[in-house]
């Protein structure tokens, strides 16, 4: 199965940004115990190569490790030297796009219109990034994939557990959750249970 299939089958996509290197291996294992098969680690972050190539070499075939705030054809490089399965950005640079395109790893670019969804899918987006997703709420994504439900979206930003499933039923493939799924306390108190017992929240188990 590609990774882009893989992703597909990935309703919750974790965004790890900034979060503390020494704690990072125990937030992705409550991440996977919790049932999460893909993560994004943001390029803004401390380390964020090294904590690429660690999950992937501790969860090798059992978790899809991509790269977040890919920006730049060097961010780029970065990400796929440390490893990373599928990139992605919060915006649309179609000189990134291109490049990633090159390099046949799936890229997911950041759109905010319909526009932006059919010029990323014909660039060759493997699929798109709805950012930020709340501030359009569901209801968009149901109405625009009535004429562009070839576009596979991924949404991201201020989603909430209680707002989780409405995208979803609306037609969104994945949704990308930060801070809010991975919270302070957690981390701060390396509540790593509790991390896990929050991300079955949110897959509804």
Request: charged residues 20%.
């Amino acid at each position: 199965m590609s990774v882009l299939d893989q992703l597909k089958d990935c309703p919750i996509i974790p965004v790890l940004r900034k979060i503390p290197y020494e704690k990072s291996a125990g937030i992705i294992q409550a991440l996977y115990e919790g049932g999460i098969r893909a993560v994004e680690i943001t390029m803004d972050s401390e380390n964020a190569e090294a904590m690429i190539r660690e999950a992937l070499d501790r969860f090798s075939g059992k978790l899809l490790v991509g790269a977040g705030t890919v920006l730049t054809i060097a961010d780029c490089d970065r990400a796929m030297d440390a490893g990373a399965q599928f990139l992605v950005a919060p915006n649309f640079n179609s000189d990134v796009l291109a490049y990633a395109v090159e390099k046949n790893v799936p890229f997911i670019p950041g759109v905010f219109t319909p526009s932006e969804m059919v010029l990323a899918d014909q660039a060759g987006a493997a699929m798109v990034k709805l950012f930020p997703a709340s501030t359009l709420g569901p209801g968009f994504i149901k109405d625009v994939k009535g004429p562009l439900g070839h576009i596979d979206i991924l949404t991201t930003g201020g989603i909430t557990k209680e707002t989780v499933k409405s995208y979803l039923d609306a037609g969104a493939v994945s949704v990308g959750a930060g801070s809010a799924l991975v919270r302070k306390e957690f981390v701060e108190r390396e509540d790593w249970p509790g991390l896990s017992a929050e991300v079955r929240g949110w897959l509804g188990g």
